[in-house]
């Protein structure tokens, strides 16, 4: 069963979307501050997290922050913020989705069930193992089994979003990726043409693993088309 942390200080919404997740079979936790969804993160870790960012003790951007070192959930925010320097700045720290309010319920399940696959994906794919699971380049190393990025002599701590886009590119070397492929596996089919995601996360990617992200070696971009990786 899929346990949703809903983290939302408007206590009917909260109620509305228990009640909701409850029906269709989701394990639901809530919190109406940031302290109550640290400390149920830490204790009875969620498979996803729902975030409103205008909660009453931290801003849910700096929620993302303080959740990005340790949680490996992905994030889908809810908010009342509908500017595009919000739906950036959210992403940037570690979001992996964003919707506004007002939302469709089925939309908000579409999306839920979109981040869960991901996750099962991810895992099935882990846990075949087998030769090729330990990709190497001359600036980072990948492990596909154990799902870890190192640098040098140091891990790379990557969102589960940022993990999905890199191992899909790492499967497919020298191959090149439409946009609309990576969107659709990553973020679902109702993104097909959100080609800002992509911009904004590989920007996070270069910036995590290349030793020069202006001139990137690895992760390469295709304009209009699409995004590369070489070793």
């Known amino acids: 069963m899929t346990r949703v942390l809903v983290v939302e200080d408007d206590a009917q919404l909260a109620r509305a979307l228990m009640i909701n997740l409850k029906a269709r079979t989701y394990e639901v936790a809530a919190a109406h501050d940031a302290a109550t969804a640290l400390r149920l993160a830490a204790?009875?870790?969620?498979?996803?997290?729902?975030?409103d960012l205008g909660l009453p003790d931290m801003d849910g951007i700096d929620l993302i922050r303080a959740l990005s070192g340790w949680n490996?959930?992905?994030?889908?925010v809810l908010s009342a913020r509908s500017g595009s320097e919000d739906k950036i700045r959210a992403l940037?720290?570690?979001?992996?989705?964003?919707?506004?309010?007002?939302f469709s319920m089925d939309?908000?399940?579409?999306r839920l069930r979109a981040a869960t696959r991901r996750l099962e994906e991810s895992s099935a794919r882990a846990g075949t193992g087998g030769a090729g699971s330990l990709v190497t380049t001359d600036d980072f190393t990948v492990d596909l089994v154990a799902k870890k990025v190192r640098r040098g002599d140091?891990?790379?701590?990557l969102t589960p979003t940022e993990w999905h886009l890199l191992e899909i590119l790492i499967c497919n070397p020298g191959v090149l990726v439409s946009q609309q492929r990576l969107l659709k596996e990553v973020w679902g089919p109702s993104h097909s043409t959100k080609t800002n995601y992509l911009r904004v996360y590989m920007a996070q990617?270069?910036?995590?693993?290349?030793?020069d992200p202006s001139h990137p070696r690895h992760l390469i971009t295709e304009p209009g088309?699409?995004?590369r990786f070489e070793a």
């Open 205 to 211: 990617l270069r910036r995590k693993l290349e030793a």
């Open 225 to 227: 088309m699409g995004y």
């Open 107 to 110: 939309e908000l399940l579409a």
């Open 92 to 102: 940037d720290v570690g979001a992996d989705d964003y919707m506004t309010k007002p």
């Open 154 to 157: 140091r891990d790379v701590r």
């Open 72 to 76: 490996r959930a992905p994030v889908l």
């Open 43 to 51: 204790t009875e870790p969620p498979d996803v997290i729902l975030l």
